[in-house]
């Protein structure tokens, strides 16, 4: 069941990779099922994650934020704190563009304290700094501009590639815009 439940989720992955999202689905929820029938935890957890985003990939972002908050859950009961904080860095700008800021501000604290992803400047690793954009999302909402253009600067200057100059001037144009400059 356990090896079922591992090929079951690369599977899963190819589709995703190929954008055929039913199938990614369906292929997610056998590896679950044979994961647990296996006793295989992490990757029960882990096949969740990946389910997570491809609700995303649906646009089905109520089911992708109520499914990373009981995988975030359940990976803490487990005993996988950084599996629990790492998932909900996937959500938080769908908090942000909703308006649950509160529970935005509390998954960007998670996240950066203990996904394992930022150093003891809380500089995220290299080819994660579209999270930049992410939190300057947040200060833009809460009308901290400041921080804001702070955040969307420190994307254009540490994110070197085409995804991570886009989203910082994007910001920059957001911010602008809002403040009327």
Not at 110 to 129: C, M, V
Not at 146 to 170: T, V
Request: proline residues 1%; glycine residues 8%.
């Amino acid at each position: 069941y356990k090896q079922l439940g591992i090929v079951y989720g690369q599977t899963s992955e190819l589709f995703y990779q190929q954008n055929l999202m039913e199938q990614s689905l369906d292929y997610e929820n056998k590896a679950i099922q044979y994961s647990w029938l296996g006793r295989d935890t992490l990757s029960a957890i882990m096949a969740n994650v990946n389910k997570i985003s491809t609700y995303l990939g649906f646009s089905q972002i109520d089911s992708a934020i109520n499914l990373c908050e009981k995988t975030a859950f359940m990976a803490k009961e487990f005993g996988f704190p950084q599996v629990a904080f790492s998932t909900q860095g996937l959500i938080i700008s769908y908090l942000i563009e909703r308006g649950d800021l509160k529970k935005a501000e509390q998954f960007m604290k998670g996240y950066e304290s203990g996904s394992g992803y930022f150093d003891s400047l809380n500089n995220i690793e290299i080819g994660r700094e579209v999270y930049y954009y992410t939190k300057g999302q947040y200060f833009l909402s809460v009308n901290n501009y400041d921080s804001a253009e702070y955040y969307f600067r420190k994307e254009l200057r540490d994110g070197k590639d085409f995804n991570n100059q886009n989203a910082g001037s994007r910001g920059l144009a957001l911010l602008f815009q809002k403040t009327h400059k």
